[in-house]
């Protein structure tokens, strides 16, 4: 019976240390993941830099930090005022990786457009590792801040589509859960050559008052309906506070917290897949395979 017992033991044991290891990385990742993952999640907008530390769920772990945000500004002078706004938060939770929501478009972590910022010095910019590089080398993400915004509002069926109301307007388009590629609307002319910037913006709303600016976020609510055709539109950003007419049953409003809490979601494996964000995620490679 004790060898019996013995070669029992020893059968076990062999493959244990050598059956599916891959597998067993995985899930111990995951579980880890699960324990001890805080995410330094960023939103990059036109006036303000606000960010907080999340769990893998998008809850904050600390209190929402804000800045004014530098004008004008280089690249180098956003990094410099980001590290600054996040050292608080960053030494009382360190972060395990970083999400950024940035304001134009972005592609494979480096800002192509930055409207709000100008053209001069805003091309092809590195953005995200050079923040990262400055808070010790953590992995880093970075997509359109409206992108980030929807990450945390979406419902995960059919074609949802998001618009934030701030210092311009932003766009995002998802299919069941998933980041479509960015279309960055917000610079096409949809009205007297005028693009959504300056025809929803927030310099639009302060020059044709109140009154006049819902008028035209309705208008733009319909052309969307009707170019999109989508499930749900979800509106965001500081200024969807200030809509006063009645949103039909498939609109709804976001909180502002969203372009914080949305980054989260950046991790998570599915999320990203079918976008050109992020090269891995239409590979099925890395963290997405």
Partial sequence: MTTRKAKTTTTKAKPASSAKPRAARKTAAVKRGKKTEQILSIDIGGTGLKAS??????????????????????????VDA??????????????????????????????LTAPHFGVEGWHDIPLASALSSRLGDLPVRMINDAEVQGFAAIEGHG???????????????FRDGELMPHLELSQHPVSKGRTYDEYIGDAA????????????????IRILAVVVNYDKLWIGGGNAARLKFTLPSNVAIVSNDAGIEGGAK????????????????????????
Wanted: proline share 8%; with cysteine.
């Fill in 266 to 289: 950046l991790w998570h494996p599915r999320s990203l897949r079918e976008s050109r964000q992020l090269p891995e995620a239409n590979q099925r490679t890395g963290a997405f395979s």
């Fill in 159 to 173: 074609i949802e589509l998001v618009l934030t109301l701030g210092t311009g307007a932003g766009t995002a388009f």
């Fill in 82 to 111: 980001l590290v600054a706004l996040v050292a608080p938060i960053v030494a009382q939770h360190p972060p395990t990786q970083i999400s950024i929501g940035f304001p134009g478009f972005v592609r494979n972590n480096r800002i």
């Fill in 205 to 220: 709303r302060k020059k044709a008052g109140n009154k006049e600016w819902n008028k035209r976020v309705q208008r733009i």
């Fill in 53 to 78: 530390i999340l769990d893998a769920h998008g809850k904050m772990l600390t209190e929402r930090v804000r800045v004014a945000t530098p004008h004008p500004c280089t690249p180098g002078q956003l």
